[in-house]
């Protein structure tokens, strides 16, 4: 006999494996970053069913405190776009927003941000502030947490693991050197 899914439940399904499917892609993104050497943190932003922008760190690349992934991806989506407003699409992120990645988000009128890990020391999406869903602003985004959490917290602690391993191997051969 087979089993009947609730109507409201598979259409949550199939939003979370089309969720899931953009994430991979921002995952992608961070992946870049980090074989960059930039902090591992991915964007991509979807209109009608298409990914229309994509970014990821760059922080130290353009040595810039403005290229961050989330940033960079607007930018390329209102070029695209030809308007400042990208009230029907959303954005994939790594990461959750910092405040100045999540005001830029409520400038741009993005309706919805999924958002793969928090970020307890400069998230402003729930963890410190939630300015994506204030409602003194005149723009708030609906926000979807935790799709693929652990891939994208792994991607993280992989990186800054590995810095402090690097960091740690040159003390000890500048040590080595001194002595």
């Known amino acids: 006999m087979e089993r009947q899914i609730p109507e409201g439940q598979q259409e949550k399904n199939e939003k979370r494996l089309c969720d899931e499917k953009y994430m991979a892609e921002a995952i992608r993104q961070a992946k870049k970053a980090s074989a960059a050497g930039e902090v591992p943190i991915g964007c991509v932003i979807v209109k009608d069913g298409r990914i229309i922008a994509r970014g990821y760190n760059k922080r130290n690349m353009q040595g810039s405190t403005l290229a961050h992934a989330e940033l960079l991806a607007i930018g390329k989506a209102s070029r695209k776009l030809g308007d400042w407003r990208l009230e029907e699409c959303t954005m994939y992120i790594t990461l959750e927003p910092c405040p100045m990645c999540a005001g830029a988000i409520v400038q741009a009128r993005i309706p919805k941000v999924v958002i793969g890990a928090m970020n307890a020391k ?58």
């Open 122 to 179: 400069a998230g402003c999406a729930g963890s410190i502030l939630n300015l994506l869903e204030e409602k003194r602003f005149n723009h708030q985004a609906e926000v979807v947490r935790g799709v693929r959490e652990e891939e994208c917290s792994l991607l993280l602690k992989d990186f800054f693991k590995s810095l402090r391993n690097l960091r740690k191997s040159e003390r000890n051969f500048l040590d080595t050197k001194e002595n």
